[in-house]
């Protein structure tokens, strides 16, 4: 993806965009590919527009006859560029994916950061590098401001229904929670609405994910919020669970070994553990340095996920998420809470949250420890493989929420 000569933060223009709740593929054109008229469509940007319903490379035939040509727009301050975008796979090698769009050159500098939209069918290029394009999405009238404007989400039936549902229990004010413990919030707010405790991981309220959470007297999240948790695909592991636990793992006060920790994009200081993404393979990378430095040859590998898996579970458990607010008194079994607001996202900007593990927004928590079967032999057992994003990161993949109020 060319992502490391990128001129400037690929979150900052992600943010951006999220802000708009708009989800953008991503592109940095070479010197060479500029010169050459060719750039690769690499694997995120190949998922954004099969997400989009616009291309899907994997079904297209190599050559001329199988190149898809679709309308296209540079989107400049004052107005719209026609071009056109050309989608194809040659018949030179494997077929890599290729896509170029026609005049490019005038438009975009090498290691611009453009930010692909698709509308209409029909792609939006927008110069995310050039600060005049970008200032123009906060006019209304503008050509940016006015697309941005087209792809708000609105409120659905399901929505308006639980909204409904939520706002007559936070208008009961303090509620008594019905389990001790940190999952009391999440279990007492679900028995309210009627939903019984499951390991299903489909969406909780009618297709609608609902997630709770405290905030201080502030109306402030200092947590991370749990998007998903996925096991790593284990015939394209080097390791086990049980062997990484029995390699690495240490003991905790009662002997009992295990792997607590957070893994991000760089080494973690006890495990030397780390996150890598490889868009070329289109996977996730679980990789172990003490040198923490990942260019070294000291690097290990370690667990591995396919993003198209990762992507997948990210958006069924997402397809729209209310994010329920709850002031708290008391402690343990005598703590209560009050749900008094919602912050509410429609589906995930998944095309970001490849970019957003690169970048260190989101994490992975490793939660495993060893074991003892009935028959006495070793085995690992895992509280989930969960994906994690602080709370004050979350637009960068859900998209500026709309936000309701539970109490009159």
Known sequence: MNLGKADRPIADVIAFFADSNVEVGLLVPTETGLGKSIMDAHAGLRDYLTLRHVHDYETQQ???????????????????????????RPLTKTGDPRIWFSGLGSYAQPGNVLAIIAHDNALYVVNASDLAVMSSGSIATSPLGTLLAQLVPRLTPVAQELLAELRRIGSRGFIPSLRKGPTGIGYTLETMLGIRANANRAPDYKGIEIKAGRVTASGRSTSRCNLFSRAPNWKSSAYSALRLLKTYGRPNAQGRVQIYCTLGNVPNATFHLYLKTDRELDVLDTLRNRARDS????????????????????????????????????????????YFEVEHTHRPLVAHFAPLID?????????????STSRGKERARDHGY?????????????GKPLTHSLIA
């Open 359 to 371: 970048s260190g927004h989101v994490e992975l928590d490793l939660l495993l420890n060893v074991e």
């Open 386 to 398: 969960l994906f994690k994003i602080w709370d004050h990161d979350r637009h960068l993949l859900f």
């Open 62 to 88: 190599q050559g001329r006859d199988g190149k898809k040509v679709l309308p296209a727009w540079f989107v400049r301050p004052r107005e719209l560029q026609a071009s056109k975008a050309s989608l194809y």
């Open 295 to 338: 260019s070294t040859s000291s690097v290990e590998k370690i667990f591995r996920w396919e993003f198209s898996r990762l992507r997948d579970a990210f958006a069924k458990k997402h397809p729209e998420t209310f994010w329920v607010k709850a002031r708290t008194q008391g402690r343990g079994s005598a703590e209560q809470f009050h």
